[in-house]
C-alpha cells in the first residue's frame, strides 16, 4: 500500500486545503483508518474557517479569468485530467478500495466513472447550446443562453469518494463554474489524491489557482459553503438527515441546490422474470458495496406464485457468499465503513424482529483473523411487511427484505410507498408489465429499470431521484444546466421600437 499512497502524493500527515497551487491547513488532524484491516493509512489537518475564506478567495478570484475562457479550451483541461486518471486507474482504484472498504474492481470501476465523464465533459464542451426563439416584433431575434453560475460547493459522502466529486466539478469546469470540494470525512485521502492530480493539470497549463480548491475537515466545513453567499450552487450527496439542512440553509439565502440523498429501492420480480438474471441482479444490488450504494437494493417484492422459490434459491446464493478484504478479487462483499455503521445495522437487525419481520438468512459481527477491524458484518435477509417503520428507513447495510404481492398495481404501490426515490427495478419478459412500470403508472422513482439490478447506473443518463432523494440531477443528459444560468436575450435590429403584446407608447 505503501507504494500506492506514494503514486498518489500522499505522506504520512497530509494538508487537508488545496487551492489548485499551494497546500494549506491549520485545523485539527483528522486520522483516516483502514475499514479493511482497521489499520491508519494517514493524517490529514483540516480547514479552519480562515483556510475555508482563502479557498473562498482564490474561487471568487479564478472565476473572474475562467469565465472568460472558451468553454472547448476548458474542455481540453478536462480532457487533460481524464488521461492522468486514466494513468493513476490502478493506484487510485486501489485506495479507494483501502480506505472506503468497496471490492478493488468496484474501486477502479469509480476511477473509470471518472474517465467517463471527463470524456463526456469534453464532448459536452462544444454542446452548450441554447434556443433561437422567433420573436413576436419585426425586426427581432430573441435567443436563450447559459452562462456559469459561480463557486460551486461540493459536498460529498463516503461511499463514492471519488466519483461524485468528479462528475460534479467536471461538468461544472466545462460550464465556466470554479469549485470548492468539501469531501466526506471519512475517506479524506482519496479526495488528496484527486487534488494532486487535477494540481499536475494545473500548473502543466499554468492556470491560476482557486479553479479547484479542496477544503478537508467535517459538517461544519459543509455548513460553511451552506450558509456562505458566495456559493452560487451546493452540489451535495449525502444522506437525507443531510440533504433537510443543506436544503433548507440554501434556500433560505436563495442559492442553488442539487441534493442527492438516500435511496429505499426495491425490484419487483413477477411471474415471468428470467429468475437466473434476476439472482444475479437481486444478490450483486444487495450486497455489493456491503450494501453501502445509493442505490443498493433493499427490498424485493417477489410474485407470490414464486414466492418460495425465489427465497430459497436466495438463501442458497447467500450460502455462497465471500466475505473479507475488498482488495483480494476472490471475495464478494468487503466491510462496513466503520463501527457506527455496524452498531447501525446491529440495531437495524433488532428492530427487523420488535417490528415483526422474519430473519430468514441470519446477519452478525464477523470477528477473528482477517476482521480484525471489526467492520464485517453478514449480509441479512429478512421477510418484512413494507410499512414496517425500520423497511422505511434506509439503513445503509447489506439488510434485504422479502415481500409478496398479488397484483403488479399492488406491487408497483409497494415499491413507491416508502419516502424515498432513487432506484427501483423490475424482472419481467413480459412487454406489458415491463410499460406499465416505466409508465406514468409506474415507478416514481429517477431511475426505473427493466431486467436490470437497481445499482450500476452509467454516466450517460441524468442520475437522481424524487422525494427524499432531494430531486437532484447529476451526469449525463441535460444536468449541465443546473450548473449554468440562462439568459434570454432579445435583439432589436431595425429601426422602430414596436413593444411586446402590441402595445403603444407613442411619444408624439
Ligand atoms: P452524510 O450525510 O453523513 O455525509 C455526507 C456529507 O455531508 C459529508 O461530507 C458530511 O461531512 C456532510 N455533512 C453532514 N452534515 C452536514 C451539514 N449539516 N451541513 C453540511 N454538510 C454536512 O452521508 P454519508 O454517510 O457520508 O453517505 C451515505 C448517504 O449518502 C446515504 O444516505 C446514501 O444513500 C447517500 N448517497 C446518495 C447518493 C445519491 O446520488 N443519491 C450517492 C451517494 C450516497
Known amino acids: 500500500m505503501q507504494n500506492t499512497l506514494k503514486a498518489l502524493g500522499l505522506k504520512e500527515i497530509n494538508d487537508g486545503c488545496s487551492t489548485g497551487k499551494n497546500w494549506f491547513a491549520n485545523g485539527e488532524i483528522l486520522e483516516s483508518y483502514s475499514p479493511v484491516d482497521g489499520k491508519l493509512i494517514g493524517k490529514i489537518k483540516t480547514a479552519t474557517k480562515a483556510d475555508y475564506q482563502k479557498a473562498i478567495s ?27 486518471l486514466r494513468a493513476k486507474k490502478a493506484e487510485l482504484g486501489k485506495l479507494v478500495s483501502y480506505e472506503m472498504g468497496k471490492s478493488y474492481q468496484e474501486g477502479l470501476g ?65 460550464c465556466g ?19 494532486h492530480i487535477w494540481n499536475e493539470v494545473a500548473k502543466e497549463n499554468n492556470l491560476p489557482e482557486g479553479i479547484s480548491c479542496l477544503v478537508n475537515g467535517d459538517y461544519k466545513i459543509g455548513e460553511y459553503l451552506t450558509e456562505d453567499t458566495h456559493v452560487a450552487l451546493i452540489s451535495a450527496t449525502g444522506s437525507t438527515r443531510m440533504g433537510k439542512l443543506v436544503g433548507a440553509k440554501v434556500a433560505e439565502r436563495f442559492g442553488k441546490s442539487i441534493l442527492e440523498l438516500g435511496g429505499n429501492n426495491a425490484i419487483i420480480i413477477t411471474e415471468n422474470a428470467d429468475l437466473d438474471t434476476t439472482l444475479v441482479g437481486a444478490v450483486f444490488g444487495a450486497v455489493g458495496t456491503a450494501g453501502q450504494r445509493c442505490t443498493t437494493t433493499r427490498r424485493l417484492i417477489i410474485h407470490e406464485n414464486i414466492y418460495t422459490k425465489v427465497k430459497d434459491s436466495l438463501v442458497k446464493a447467500y450460502g455462497q457468499l465471500k466475505i473479507g478484504d475488498p482488495l483480494d478479487e476472490k471475495n464478494h462483499v468487503g466491510p462496513l465503513i466503520d463501527k457506527d455503521a455496524v452498531k447501525g445495522y446491529m440495531s437495524a437487525l433488532e428492530r427487523v424482529i420488535t417490528e415483526g419481520g422474519k430473519i430468514i438468512v441470519p446477519g452478525g459481527v464477523l470477528e477473528g483473523k482477517g476482521y480484525e477491524s471489526g467492520c464485517y458484518v453478514k449480509p ?44 427501483s427495478a423490475i424482472m419481467t419478459l413480459n412487454m406489458r408489465e415491463a410499460e406499465l412500470f416505466l409508465s406514468a403508472s409506474g415507478s416514481d422513482c429517477g431511475i426505473a429499470n427493466v431486467n436490470i439490478g437497481t445499482s450500476g447506473a452509467e454516466i450517460g443518463g441524468a442520475f437522481g431521484g424524487e422525494k427524499e432523494t432531494g430531486g437532484g440531477r447529476e451526469s449525463g443528459s441535460d444536468a449541465w444546466k443546473a450548473y449554468m444560468r440562462r439568459q434570454t436575450n432579445t435583439l432589436n435590429w431595425g429601426n422602430t421600437l414596436p413593444l411586446a403584446q402590441g402595445i403603444k407608447f407613442d411619444l408624439g
Not at 132 to 159: C, D, K, T
Open 58 to 84: 482564490a474561487a471568487s478570484d479564478a472565476f473572474k479569468y475562467w469565465k472568460t475562457i472558451p468553454a472547448p479550451k476548458r474542455g481540453e483541461y478536462v480532457r487533460q485530467f481524464g488521461d492522468k
Open 110 to 174: 469509480e476511477v473509470q466513472e471518472m474517465i467517463d465523464i471527463c470524456d463526456f465533459a469534453v464532448g459536452l464542451s462544444r454542446q452548450l447550446y441554447g434556443l433561437q426563439l422567433h420573436s413576436e416584433r419585426p425586426n427581432h431575434r430573441m435567443m436563450e443562453q447559459w452562462h456559469p453560475l459561480g463557486i460551486v460547493g461540493i459536498i460529498s459522502a463516503f461511499n463514492f469518494p471519488v466519483a461524485v466529486w468528479a462528475w460534479n466539478t467536471t461538468l461544472a469546469w466545462i
Open 380 to 423: 441479512a435477509i429478512a421477510e418484512a411487511k413494507n410499512e414496517m417503520a425500520i423497511v422505511q428507513h434506509e439503513t445503509f447495510a447489506p439488510i434485504l427484505y422479502l415481500m409478496k404481492y398479488k397484483t403488479l398495481e399492488e406491487a408497483i404501490d409497494m415499491q413507491n410507498g416508502v419516502p424515498q426515490g432513487l432506484s
Open 177 to 195: 463554474d470554479v469549485c470548492i470540494w468539501k469531501p466526506s470525512e471519512k475517506t479524506p485521502l482519496c479526495s488528496i489524491a484527486c487534488q
